[in-house]
């Protein structure tokens, strides 16, 4: 699998090559956001490669340029315009540059989309691939109609073991901040029988690990007949030989069921983590998010997972700077924090969203400088707890999956999603293996190798 990566240093030289009747193009694609986006860039660039178009390693020497773009964040948001930005000037000088659009920058209203940047050739919803297609064919680029996931990175020209598989597209929750169901719609479940023979197709190229994705993972299954939910999938992927491990993101606190944890607790290549976003510690906060739950629920919730799976690691997500917050209800997200002790938080300053919910009722009436002094605060709660957790690792021997190297030594992740990095000379990719923890940080551990465990 190609790597997939940002870059801003631009010159393409536009050489179209030909085998037999059909174009071979050098593409490149940049890819911001959630692991959705990730996950079908990938998708887009295996079966660019199985019809034999070839990989760039950067803008500056593509003949097509995909942008998979995310506007969650304002920050996001402005980094893809400045990225088109560049692509105009690119475009102007190489008419020849071919340049696709998709992610959540695309929705309903392509009309005015094409005219803030007419230089681009193709705009297309998340996961529309029939309109991928149907622009090949017209370009002379032969597209496959079958997609399969692909390997989630590539560090050393070889194919991850871990595999990120879309099980549900969209999102029917409409919190009061969120752009996405707008951009991607309403929940739409794949069958679970598809899914079964593409897992076990990608563990017969090699596959140990597989997660499986959602904007809400916990809905999967409510639309399709029979209603079989994830914990039903859970339990048929399971039971496929040679899968080593199987997580899944991300779950909403409301929807997530008993049934779901007492089937991860039970199974055991389901891999003890989870990522449960709160958004805030403050009731009235979440009401205004339109979360659909309190702060006592997330907690007796929290409290149930953590007894059922002992184990378990657990991360969240916390937005500071909501319309409204006050002083004291951001105390209360602090406090709820060093309550729970989370091993993650992704921590964000709300920026309003065109079109939601939030942009419509809500007045941005946080500063910006408030917001940054919030979120610098969490961030220093969180290292100190996560190094105090961490710190219990010390000493102790993890099991790892080896994904690849960076700068020289080789990296994996525990079942609890722990990173962990190590050297050694032998060939380690794909491979499970024995650590022994030998230092610890926030943000990753060391080791050494004590045994191979396959």
């Known amino acids: 699998m190609p790597k997939i990566e940002q870059a801003t240093k631009i010159k393409p030289y536009n050489q179209h090559r030909r085998e037999g009747n059909s174009v071979v193009l050098r593409y490149f694609i940049w890819t911001i956001g959630c692991q959705m986006n990730k996950a079908e860039s990938q998708q887009i660039a295996g079966y660019l490669d199985s019809v034999g178009h070839q990989a760039a390693t950067s803008f500056s020497n593509a003949d097509l340029v995909i942008l998979n773009t995310c506007v969650v964040r304002q920050s996001a948001e402005n980094k893809v315009l400045g990225t088109l930005g560049l ?21 309903s209203d392509t009309q005015e989309l094409k005219r803030r940047f007419p230089h681009v050739d193709l705009l297309f919803k998340p996961g529309d691939y029939p309109e991928l297609i149907a622009w090949g064919q017209k370009q002379g680029i032969p597209i496959e109609q079958r997609l399969l996931s692909y390997a989630r990175n590539d560090t050393r020209g070889a194919p991850s073991p871990c595999a990120l598989i879309p099980i ?17 719609g309403r929940e739409v479940s794949r069958p679970p029988g598809e899914i079964v023979c593409e897992v076990e197709e990608l563990v017969g190229r090699g596959i140990k690990e597989v997660t499986l994705l959602g904007q809400n993972v916990d809905s999967y299954g409510h639309d399709l007949p029979g209603h079989p ?10 039971s496929i030989d040679d899968i080593a491990r199987i997580r899944f993101l991300t779950s909403h606190p409301k929807d997530i069921s008993l049934k779901l944890i ?58 500071v700077g909501f319309p409204g917050e006050t002083e004291e209800q951001f105390e209360h997200s602090l406090s709820l924090l060093k309550e729970m002790r989370f091993d993650v938080v992704h921590v964000a300053a709300y920026s309003p969203r065109p079109g939601t919910i939030a942009w ?18 969490i961030e220093e709660l969180q290292t100190s707890i996560v190094s105090e957790i961490n710190s219990q690792l010390q000493g102790r021997q993890v099991e790892v999956l080896v994904e690849g190297r960076k700068k020289g030594k080789w990296f994996g992740r525990t079942r609890s999603n722990k990173l962990v990095f190590f050297e050694d000379a032998g060939d380690w990719v794909a491979q499970l293996a024995k650590i022994q923890i030998e230092k610890t940080s926030p943000w990753s551990l060391r080791g050494e190798v004590k045994k191979i465990i396959n």
């Open 87 to 107: 692509l105009k000037g690119l475009k102007n000088k190489h008419p020849n540059l071919q340049i696709l659009v998709t992610g959540c920058l695309v929705d």
């Open 168 to 184: 549900i597209q969209g999102c029917d929750n409409f919190c009061s901040y969120c752009i996405v169901p707008y951009r991607r």
């Open 229 to 238: 939910d994830l914990a039903d999938l859970l339990n048929e992927l399971n």
């Open 262 to 319: 007492d089937t991860v607790a039970s199974l055991n290549k389901v891999c003890e983590h989870l990522e449960l976003p709160v958004q805030a510690g403050d009731d009235d906060i979440l009401r205004a998010m339109r979360r659909g739950y309190t702060v006592e629920r997330y907690r007796e919730l929290v409290h149930t997972i953590r007894r059922k799976i002992p184990q378990l690691s657990l991360s969240t997500d916390i937005i």
């Open 360 to 377: 419509r009722e809500y007045q941005d009436n946080i500063p910006s400088e408030v917001k940054r002094e919030r979120l610098h605060k």
